[in-house]
């Protein structure tokens, strides 16, 4: 794949996505958010104001909806390629919202 970062215009349709995500699915207190760094998206979520905290690391892989997924884990504080075991798992299809989904059940609120 060329690039070493995620295109534009796919990050304006990440951002329209989580936006909604958060307004038809979550609470007015929490909310994900999201900040890019070359081909990864990381996916943080705020709970009840406070500041965001990580709950997963997202590969682009050149299509929006084929995310590679890597839980973040807090016992370690690094994002683990090698923990596939963890609640929420049978969200994870490719896309944006199977992986907010999955962190909702990973790091329940």
Known sequence: MAGKTIPKDIQQEI???????????????????????????????????GRPQPIARLKFTGTIDGWEFVIYKYSHDNYDPDELMFPGTEH??????????????????
């Open 15 to 49: 951002f329209a996505r989580v936006d909604q995500f958060n307004q038809q699915e979550l609470q007015m207190e929490i909310r994900y958010v999201v900040k890019f760094k070359g081909m990864f998206l990381y996916l943080n979520r705020a709970d009840f104001g």
């Open 92 to 109: 994870l299809d490719g896309t944006i919202e199977g992986a907010m989904r999955c962190g909702l059940e990973a790091y329940s609120v």
